[in-house]
């Protein structure tokens, strides 16, 4: 299927690349720069609480070295412990995106953690925190465990995605909410991003493979031994996946069937 018959959509934006990448963790700037470029993702993730107030005027922060006419900026709220601290986040990263040259891009990955051992989303202030912004106007990405009906309430406050982890993030554990994750592609009517615990590219491939709209990695890819090797990896995989998805698989069958039947055989012989 050619690229522009298979664009993915959040909200009124289009995109060609099902693969969002982070841009924290890396060793070093020219790690996350050159990794980004690999993976042709077109949506990076910013934390809001590690950026400067005035970007334009700081020269240190990578982000001012990347092309951001092919990349969409999506700030995230990592950090806030409460609906109120991440609302706050959003409009902050509003303001950086401005500053950046987007002054349209109202999205927000919305993060809410309170938990500092698990860093689980904390399903209550997500909820509180995504009603406030989507009547805001923010196109609202919910980072949230992997709860089918709170993927359903989410959605029918109006956010853009849902994006359910695969396991712990930064864990590297895959997929192990998988499940779940397959309840709420099956009940969703907006894109389901996958977002957490993906180590490996064949993980990632899995998740489309599953019916998920994108998947978002940073760890899997910031602390690879060769990031942007893995980078290109995952854009594969996760180009793969899809493929896989809309090809539609073989149904599995309890015996074995030969590939070459033996009513051809006896034709030729």
């Known amino acids: 299927m050619e690229k522009h018959l298979d664009r993915f959509q959040i909200g009124e934006k289009v995109f060609n690349s099902r693969l969002l990448l982070g841009t924290g963790k890396y060793r070093t700037s020219k790690a996350a720069i050159e990794s980004i470029e690999n993976s042709n993702c077109e949506i ?9 107030l005035d970007l334009k005027n700081d020269t240190t922060n990578f982000l001012g070295k990347l092309d951001l006419k092919k990349l969409w900026l999506l700030p995230n709220t990592a ?11 959003a409009f902050l990263g509003h303001e950086l995106s401005c500053q950046l040259g987007q002054p349209d891009n109202f999205f927000v990955k919305l993060e809410v953690i309170s938990d500092p051992k698990y860093l689980l989303p904390d399903p209550i202030g997500t909820l ?3 009603e406030f912004l989507v009547k805001k106007g923010f196109t609202v990405l919910p980072y949230i465990n ?33 499940h779940n994750i397959q309840i709420i592609i099956e009940n969703a009517n907006i894109p389901v991003i ?27 890819v910031a602390q690879a031994k060769n990031p942007a090797q893995m980078a290109t990896a995952m854009n594969l995989a996760v180009q793969a ?14 015996y074995a069937s030969a ?5 051809q055989i ?4």
């Not at 950090?79 to 986040?89: D, H, K, L």
């Not at 089918?148 to 712990?168: F, I, N, R, Y």
């Not at 990632?204 to 998920?212: I, K, T, V």
């Open 241 to 254: 996946g899809r493929l896989a998805y809309l090809s539609g698989r073989m149904e599995k069958k309890h």
């Open 128 to 130: 509180k925190a995504a």
């Open 259 to 263: 590939s070459s039947p033996l009513e």
């Open 146 to 178: 992997a709860d089918p009906m709170l993927a359903l309430h989410l959605e029918d406050l109006g956010c853009a995605t849902v994006m359910p982890l695969g396991s712990p993030i930064g864990s590297g554990q895959g997929l192990t909410n998988l």
């Open 79 to 89: 950090g806030a412990q409460t609906a109120e601290e991440a609302i706050r986040m």
């Open 266 to 269: 006896s034709r030729l012989t």
């Open 44 to 52: 990076i993730t910013v934390a809001i609480r590690r950026l400067p």
């Open 194 to 220: 996958v977002d957490a615990g993906i180590g490996i590219p064949s993980e990632a491939a899995q998740s489309l493979e599953l019916g998920a709209d994108a998947v978002l990695l940073n760890t899997a």
